[in-house]
């Protein structure tokens, strides 16, 4: 449940990452959460369905704020994986959403009580 005595703008605005609200963005932490491993730059284009240009626009920023690691395999390939800094603020992003969620649907079963 969301937080008691927060305002629903107080609690967005300390617990969603304005970074994660990007739906491919959102998309490949999703993914790389999964598992301590690296996964193939490819295999993300593949499963989202999001081209290799952009998709490399979104993996740079998530690796500038700190979120993804990458590092460069056989034949050039591109790996990338989660850091603790990208599973914490995207757990917390999910939390949050979650949370908001539930309120919204609480209030709605109170209003029809």
Not at 28 to 42: A, C, E, I, K
Not at 55 to 84: D, K, M, P
Request: aromatic fraction near 8%.
């Amino acid at each position: 449940m969301a937080r008691p005595g927060k305002p629903l703008a107080q609690r967005w605005h300390e617990d969603v990452d304005r970074l994660l609200l990007d739906p491919a963005r959102l998309f490949v932490m999703g993914v790389l959460v999964t598992s301590p491993d690296y996964f193939q730059f490819g295999y993300l284009s593949e499963h989202s369905g999001i081209t290799r240009t952009v998709l490399a626009r979104h993996v740079r920023r998530l690796r500038f704020a700190g979120y993804v690691e990458t590092r460069r395999g056989a034949c050039n390939q591109l790996w990338i994986r989660t850091t603790s800094l990208g599973q914490q603020r995207f757990e917390r992003h999910v939390k949050a959403a979650h949370d908001t969620i539930t309120s919204a649907r609480d209030a709605g079963k109170s209003a029809r009580s």
